[in-house]
């Protein structure tokens, strides 16, 4: 079991088994990711974070509209390995989604996961949850956006299994996601964000 020290920014809540969790998961009006056994209720998001997450979805969904790819913003459950449940900022799976079950509301395959940084979150997004999302077999770009300065990072998955980091931090650089012939600028990622409130 993972200890609930390595997450300070959410509160922890009982221990569930997995039936569990998403038999409550699916009624809650709030959100909370399992972590092998440890159920973490999210916080709400700043501006910031939501215009950030939103100009994201809003520009590749635009880039993919005609294209077999889909676009899911952060009510998207995507499962890890062994017994995680996550809520990407922005997911983007191209070709046919598989999900867990009917219900289809937990996505197992996704091409592109994309996560919008902040204070609380930061050594989770780019320790723990990325090593498993390392272990994702469809994964083949992990995005991560700071949401208190102009910076972007892509990791993308080598043949070799190893991870490539690219960093974008201008205001008017741009990077391109090759796996779903994407490209995101910081222009467009930042439009409307105001560091000064972040």
Not at 116 to 140: A, H, I, M, P, W
Not at 172 to 182: A, F, G, K, M, V
Request: proline share 4%.
């Amino acid at each position: 079991m993972v200890a609930a020290r390595h997450f300070p920014m959410w509160a922890e809540l009982p221990s569930l088994s997995v039936m569990e969790y998403l038999q409550r998961e699916r009624r809650s009006m709030e959100k909370h990711e399992y972590i092998n056994g440890l159920v973490l209720m999210m916080a709400g998001a700043r501006e910031s974070h939501v215009l950030i997450t939103s100009n994201t979805n809003r520009t590749l969904g635009n880039q993919l509209d005609d294209r077999p790819c889909k676009v899911y913003m952060g009510d998207m459950k995507v499962r890890l390995i062994p017994t995680t449940y996550v809520y990407p900022d922005v997911t983007v799976i191209c070709g046919e989604p598989q999900f867990e079950d009917d219900e289809r509301d937990i996505l197992l395959n996704p091409t592109v996961v994309i996560e919008v940084l902040s204070r609380s979150t930061e050594n989770y997004d780019c320790g723990l949850k990325f090593r498993q999302y390392q272990q994702l077999v469809s994964l083949q770009e992990y995005i991560l956006i700071a949401q208190d300065t102009t910076r972007i990072e892509r990791f993308v998955q080598q043949t070799d299994g190893q991870w490539l980091l690219k960093t974008i931090e201008g205001t008017n650089d741009s990077i391109e996601l090759t796996s779903i012939r994407c490209m995101l600028s910081t222009t467009d990622v930042y439009k409307k964000v105001s560091f000064e409130n972040s």
